[in-house]
């Protein structure tokens, strides 16, 4: 168990924290969703009852150690503010700066600091100046931060599987660490799921890769009583089994990874299930998300896709198929969608997947619900409330799931 931030004295401290302020922008630097920001509230309200001076770290974007003032976290700033009902000050320019220091430095008790986007700095991803991989200029700025607090603070879920100056290297600076109540959430949620789970245990995996998510596959085969493939990522494992799939996403050099997942199911008794029908189409436009004109659209008799289609949705056969095993199942851990579900006529099985889940978590059963688009699935579907936990991270949640060690965590100490 980590040391949490209930077992630390921040009373009247200067508190350094990471948190996870990645949030979405549209072309006007409005704040599509700002659940991200939401998420800290818990921790940030706690320290500020405690009458600590929070200084917040966090990233925007991939402005790749460059300033961009698009990805500058000054919209974030202002909606902070208004969540927390109080002024939070922002200093433009940089975090390190000297006017972030001096800000922060005559921060006082009970008032709020937002510092600029780290990554604006490339050695916060462990670069020089110059861009090149510099070990040296990393631990620099790492200390720098670490100058700007006397506790740590690690609650960015959504980037502790990063090895980053702020989520790792910040942590030999300061003495006093601990895991904010966004990460202590994650961990208690996941951790439970994993090592403790309620049976039947379920996995439904979709997106657009296989290779993506062989070592979550690999992994979950040890813990889940089945698996739900879905998405692009089934049409590999079909056609591994000599199954023509048309012009589908198919990773053709994992298919005898393919089968040696199945040949690790089988030997493990997990129920491993694929789709048994397909919605399919002559045409798709990824780039737009549409169904360009004269597209023919339609859904097959079995799991075979004929020549100049292509498999974009699970078929109503699948949804049957798997509506039996998610009824049943007690814990499901869910990641990726089972279609191109941004297309509304290639959404309704992972739609209807949503809805199911949903159910079966309403009578009882733990739905933990990870990964940017799976989320945006049970948003879309308006069943996110019901989920028992929706993940705040994308690729630490995977990383989690394939039952690696996340850097920013195990840096952190143990109760
Ligand atoms: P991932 O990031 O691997 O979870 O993949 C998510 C993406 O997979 C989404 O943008 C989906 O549109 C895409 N996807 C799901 N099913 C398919 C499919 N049958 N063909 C192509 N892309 C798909």
Not at 164 to 181: C, E, I, N, P, Q
Not at 395 to 410: D, R, Y
Request: with cysteine; net charge positive.
């Amino acid at each position: 168990m980590k040391r949490t931030l209930e077992d630390i004295d921040v009373k009247g401290k200067k508190v350094l924290i990471r948190v996870d302020y990645n949030v979405p922008l549209n072309g006007n630097l409005k704040i599509t969703n700002d659940k991200r920001i939401v998420s800290t509230i818990p921790t940030l309200r706690y320290l500020l009852n405690e009458n600590a001076a929070v200084v917040i770290m966090a990233h925007l974007g991939r402005p790749k150690g460059k300033v961009v003032p698009e990805m500058s976290l000054m919209p974030v700033s202002v909606r902070l503010g208004e969540l927390l009902g109080k002024p939070v000050k922002f200093v433009g320019g940089g975090c390190v700066g000297v006017e972030s220091k001096k800000a922060a430095n005559n921060l006082a008790p009970g008032e709020i600091l937002l510092l600029e986007n780290l990554r604006f700095h490339p050695e916060e991803e462990g670069r020089s100046k110059s861009g090149e991989k510099n070990s040296v200029a990393m631990e620099a700025f790492a200390k720098e931060l670490a100058s700007m607090g006397e506790v740590f603070i690690q609650d960015a879920f959504g980037t502790v599987h990063r090895s980053h100056a702020s989520t790792v290297g910040v942590v030999k600076y300061v003495k006093d660490r601990a895991v904010g109540f966004l990460v202590e959430k994650e961990l208690k949620f996941l951790r439970e799921v994993l090592e403790n789970p309620k049976r039947p245990f379920l996995a439904i995996l979709g997106g657009s890769k296989v290779s993506d998510k062989i070592d979550v596959i690999e992994n979950l085969l040890d813990k889940v009583d089945a698996i739900i493939i879905g998405g692009a990522m089934a049409y590999s494992f079909l056609k591994s089994c000599g199954i023509s799939m048309g012009t589908s996403l198919v990773e053709n050099d994992k298919l005898d990874l393919s089968v040696s997942l199945f040949k690790k199911a089988e030997g493990k008794k997990v129920d491993f299930l694929l789709p048994v029908d397909h919605v399919i189409t002559s045409k798709i436009d990824f780039l737009n998300k549409n169904v360009p004109n004269g597209a023919i659209v339609k859904t097959t008799l079995n799991e075979m896709i004929p020549d100049g289609f292509m498999g974009v949705d699970i078929g109503l056969r699948s949804i049957d198929k798997f509506s039996e095993i998610i009824r049943s199942a007690k814990t499901i851990v869910w990641n990726g969608p089972l279609g191109v579900f941004e297309v509304g006529d290639f959404s309704k099985g992972t739609i209807e997947v949503a809805k199911l889940v949903a159910e079966v978590t309403d009578k009882g059963a733990i739905s933990i619900v990870g990964g940017g688009d799976s989320v945006a699935a049970v948003e879309k579907a308006g069943v996110d409330k019901r989920m028992s936990y929706i993940s705040t991270g994308g690729g630490a949640f995977l990383k989690f799931l394939e039952g690696k060690e996340l850097p920013g965590i195990v840096s952190m100490p143990n109760k």
